[in-house]
């Protein structure tokens, strides 16, 4: 079965420290990669989207993302964190398979706090 | 202004009452999806569609209902059958071209709140 794993529940930084939010998944065949992040009350904004090539992806707001297939992750990060960025983020994944149907299978979300 | 328009923002149901969620998007995207979004459960999907007058069930579509009559448009129905309503409900869509139906992102709506009272 293909799902989408964030292994915690809370990531704690420092405003102008780096930081990182995980996500592992299992899908069978190539995977597509997606990030989003959700402010309190409001939709889904999309981040950034690995499909194929440069194992870095560079998205919006100074975050990118390592694709990583051995380890079969794909961490959201960030160099300098800034306290605007704390919210709630969602790893994703679509995977190809029979039905091709776009399915996005979300990961159980990561909330990001940033003290000042 | 382009993008994906759910209504209302706030809605309570009473025991037993059906209630429908409003979705509109004027992206030209094929298509649309609903997901629940419940506490420390990220999102499950509800229904999705990729065409007009064509829809598939998700993981959790017992006590739902959908319809896609037109391409901007994918109401979701909370019947009296789905026990326990309350939570987030967000509605999507994406392009769905052959070809290009994984690699896309999926844009979303500002969400419906659903309480019961």
């Known amino acids: 079965a293909q799902s989408v794993a964030q292994p915690e529940d809370q990531v704690n930084v420092a405003e102008g420290n780096p930081l990182t939010v995980k996500c592992t998944y299992s899908?069978?065949?190539?995977?597509?990669l997606f990030w989003y992040v959700q402010y309190p009350n409001r939709g889904l904004q999309f981040l950034l989207k690995y499909i194929t090539g440069d194992n870095l992806v560079k998205g919006s707001y100074g975050f990118e993302a390592e694709f990583n297939k051995s380890q079969t992750s794909f961490h959201l990060k960030k160099p300098s964190a800034l306290v605007s960025d704390s919210a709630l983020y969602f790893c994703a994944v679509r995977a190809p398979g029979s039905s091709n149907t776009g399915k996005l299978i979300f990961g159980q979300g990561t909330t990001l706090q940033v003290k000042p | 202004d382009g993008g994906i328009t759910q209504s209302p923002k706030y809605l309570f149901r009473k025991e037993g009452q059906n209630v429908t969620l409003s979705c509109e998007q004027n992206l030209n995207h094929d298509a649309m999806y609903w997901y629940r979004q419940d506490p420390g459960q990220g999102l499950r999907l509800i229904y999705y569609s990729q065409i007009v007058n064509d829809f598939q069930k998700g993981d959790i579509a017992e006590g739902y209902s959908v319809s896609r009559e037109k391409k901007e448009s994918f109401p979701l129905t909370v019947t009296s059958a789905q026990k326990n309503p309350t939570a987030f409900y967000l509605c999507a869509s994406s392009i769905s071209l052959p070809g290009r139906r994984l690699n896309t992102e999926a844009f979303f709506g500002q969400g419906t709140r659903l309480t019961v009272v």
């Open positions: 899908v069978s065949g190539n995977p597509y």
